[in-house]
């Protein structure tokens, strides 16, 4: 039986980057999945090439009432939400001097907040499944190692790592089989990925060989690279898991 059998599951950032790969992955694998963006179109035409098993779902993680209603859409749609993967989110760079305001706050809104509503939405469907069940938070290699020049992403992707071990510990403590997890990327090539490497004075090239730098494998990894993490995490594979920290970072969060 493939591992997603059976499964439902609600992503946020469906639309393109890993959470696309997240999504086509749980498909693969035998799973049924709900695609939350603010980019309807693009989500909805993925959910059409995925075929009866995908459907799409406006989603500004920023609002709690749009959680409620992805939630309420997949139940309707799916009978059921067992699978919660929290993707969606941003990086820009900027430090405390020197960044603008409104980074600091859009970085918290989406990249903390977002995933807090996620859980808080998710979490009595998950309940009223009366099925094993799992959330994947993504973090990022900058949780483990944080960096100085994205002062607002290393403090949403720490501050994430923080609430997803406390769900872990209050969902285990009160004995709901659901368990709650984090995957920590490096660079990968997303559409976020490639506008950044394209948006530097230096050439794309160069920002590409100094990113891969950072990691001791010495390359960008892959959207599907991390989605094989999510959907192993999400999986009864990993039933006896709860708040880890899992790199698909090339070694980057371990780096001299």
């Known amino acids: 039986m493939s591992r997603m059998e059976g499964k439902v599951a609600l992503v946020s950032g469906g639309a393109e ?21 603010v980019q309807l179109d693009k989500a909805e035409a993925l959910a059409r090439e995925l075929g009866d098993r995908a459907a799409a779902v ?9 959680w409620e209603a992805a939630v309420a859409a997949t139940q309707a749609r799916f009978g059921k939400l067992t699978v919660l993967a929290n993707i969606a989110g941003i990086s820009e760079p900027g430090t405390v001097t020197d960044g603008p305001l409104e980074l600091w706050h859009r970085t918290l809104a989406i990249n903390l907040t977002g995933p807090f509503y996620g859980m808080r939405a998710a979490i009595p469907a998950m309940v009223a499944s009366g099925e094993p069940c799992a959330i994947v938070n993504i973090g990022s290699m900058i949780a483990l ?17 923080g609430l997803t071990q406390s769900v872990a510990l209050d969902l285990a403590a009160r004995g709901l089989p659901i368990r709650v997890n984090m995957v920590h990327p490096g660079a990968i090539r997303t559409p976020m990925y490639e506008r950044y490497k394209f948006s530097g004075a230096d050439s794309p090239e160069n920002i590409e060989a100094n990113f891969a730098a950072t990691h001791p494998m010495n390359r960008i990894g892959e959207p599907e690279e991390v989605a094989r993490a999510v959907v192993f995490l999400a999986s009864d594979e990993a039933g006896f898991t709860t708040g880890c920290d899992f790199t698909v970072d ?7």
């Open 58 to 66: 406006a989603l500004d993680v920023r609002a709690l009432d749009q």
């Open 145 to 161: 190692r944080p960096a100085a020049f994205v002062a607002a992403y290393s403090a949403s992707k720490t501050g994430l790592r």
């Open 250 to 256: 090339g070694g980057g969060s371990i780096r001299s």
């Open 17 to 37: 980057g890993i959470g696309a790969a997240v999504a086509r992955a749980i498909v693969a694998e035998g799973g049924s999945v709900m695609l939350g963006d």
